[in-house]
């Protein structure tokens, strides 16, 4: 372990992400214009702690509507995390067209692979970096 929770990778990538994060928000930018700009109207978020908590702060006050998050731990949010349900990975999300923004950016090509096989379109799967890169 690099700092006693990740490893030095994990590390890098978080580090990475942070920093795009900041320079973004140094600009007077959020996450919520840029899926606006982008035409994008309806999200799920992938991923409660870290990354997904401080994506749902930069998304809630703009026209994006956050239609839920996704979560291997949605038997701890019974109640739904901030007035917003909480579904497992393997619900039948295909039901749905929203976009599913991956914020644990480490896995995620495991979280895509895993979507695409529970019949998620891999076009409605976008990281949180690709956002950031925009």
């Known amino acids: 372990m690099f700092n006693g929770i990740y490893d030095e990778k994990q590390f890098a990538y978080l580090y990475d992400m942070t920093k795009k994060w900041l ?3 140094m600009k007077g930018k959020s996450l919520g214009n840029i899926l606006s700009f982008n035409n994008i109207k309806n ?18 006050d703009s026209n994006v509507k956050i239609n ?8 701890e949010y019974i ?6 349900d909480v579904l497992f990975p393997d619900s039948d999300l295909n039901k749905f067209e929203d976009y599913i923004i991956v ?3 480490y896995y995620f090509n495991e979280i895509l692979n895993d979507l695409v096989k529970n019949g998620v379109s891999i076009d409605r ?10």
Do not use: W
């Open 79 to 84: 109640n739904g995390y901030k007035g917003i």
């Open 103 to 105: 914020t644990p950016e």
């Open 23 to 25: 320079e973004l928000k």
């Open 43 to 60: 999200v799920f978020i992938y991923g409660i702690n870290g990354f997904g908590e401080l994506t749902y702060d930069d998304i809630k």
């Open 68 to 75: 839920a998050f996704i979560d291997k731990r949605a038997d």
């Open 125 to 134: 799967i976008i990281s949180l970096s690709m956002i950031l890169e925009s």
